[in-house]
């Protein structure tokens, strides 16, 4: 069992910059890939990003490449998503995720954290 507590979201203008945290207790992190989705009003939740293990190769969802960077931090068991240049597009509420393989179906989740971009 892995617990996934997000944490970092807020109200922001368009144009700034959010930092999310996902903090990680149970099992082995480093057993985990790790993944942000998000989930606006009124619409399915979608994939976002992920990242391995080890840190490398994370895989951007298109609308947020070169704006978002995750990374991770398996001596503190915490996921990080860096957001800059936030639109309101990307209101939404946003989850941490974790599964022992690569994908967009993941086993954990979190309670998710409301991003609020306003124009």
């Known amino acids: 069992q892995v617990h996934l507590v997000e944490s970092g979201g807020g109200l922001v203008q368009a144009g700034g910059s959010l930092r999310l945290s996902c903090a990680a207790s149970?099992?082995?992190?480093?057993?985990?890939?790790m993944a942000w989705f998000r989930q606006a009003p009124g619409k399915e939740r979608e994939f976002v990003v992920a990242?391995?293990?080890?840190?490398?190769?994370?895989y951007y969802e298109d609308s947020v490449k070169g704006r978002f960077t995750i990374s991770r931090d398996n001596a503190k068991n915490t996921v990080y998503l860096q957001m800059n240049s936030l639109k309101p597009e990307d209101t939404a509420v946003y989850y941490c995720a974790a599964d022992v393989k690569f994908g967009k179906v993941y086993e954990y989740w979190g309670q998710g954290t409301q991003v609020t971009v306003s124009s």
């Open positions: 149970g099992r082995t992190f480093t057993r985990y890939v």
């Open positions: 990242i391995n293990w080890s840190g490398s190769s994370p």
